[in-house]
């Protein structure tokens, strides 16, 4: 994490946790071979908080455990738009020889990303983004480049402030995908014989029952 992030108040806070990765871990030592477990640990409250953290145990629960309590003292704010929509701007997160880009999406896109990525962005509470992991793939290294990109992120309103322009703009619009024409059924009109005063059906199709009639009664 960096310095001079500030501090949140996680008691008034609904985190929910999400293990990325749990790695069996051995240690040698003099009388021979010690095992133990880290997990890796994502939690968010789906509104613009999101904390990593990992533990080691030497059960697979303890070690969960132990990456909660971490994570949860790592809590960041992330600025993202009204409602989670997407992220205002983009940007890129790096740690160690890993690398994760961060684009903004039109709503309908969905969450572009995998792995680890993803449990980040969804613990975080966004809905639409577009991802992509350069560099190391370890989870680790990808967790941290994602946090690192989304501490960068400036408020909607300090963005639109610098660029001149009015914040609206970064409401993503609707995505409207057109591959086809709908194709509607003709319309029944009916329309009256002047001769015969009886009305007549142009264009009406023929309807076709496909139900049996019910057997007479012996």
Not at 92 to 112: C, E, H, N, Q, Y
């Amino acid at each position: 994490m960096r310095k001079g992030i500030e501090k949140i108040d996680i008691q008034s806070l609904d985190l929910k946790d999400q293990v990325v990765g749990i790695n069996r871990v051995t240690k040698v030592v003099k009388g021979g071979k010690n095992m133990s477990f880290a997990a890796l640990v994502v939690v968010g409250d789906g509104a613009g908080h999101v904390g990593y953290g990992s533990g080691k145990a030497r059960e697979v629960p303890s070690a969960i455990k132990k990456g909660i309590e971490a994570a949860k003292k790592n809590v960041i704010r992330v600025h993202i738009t009204k409602e989670g929509l997407t992220i205002p701007h983009t940007v890129t997160g790096r740690f160690g020889s890993g690398s994760v880009l961060l684009k903004p999406a039109s709503a309908g896109t969905g969450v572009i990303a995998g792995g680890a990525v993803r449990a980040v962005i969804s613990a975080v509470g966004i809905h639409n983004v577009l991802t992509k992991s350069l560099g190391s793939s370890t989870a680790h290294n990808v967790v941290k480049a994602t946090i690192d990109a989304l501490q960068q992120l400036k408020d909607p309103q300090m963005v639109a402030r610098l660029r001149g322009r009015d914040v609206s703009e970064f409401m993503m619009p609707a995505k409207v995908k057109s591959k086809g024409k709908v194709e509607t059924a003709p319309a029944v009109t009916t329309t009256l014989d002047a001769s015969s005063m009886k009305p007549t059906a142009s264009t009406a199709p023929t309807m076709v029952s496909t139900t049996s009639a019910p057997p007479e009664a012996v």
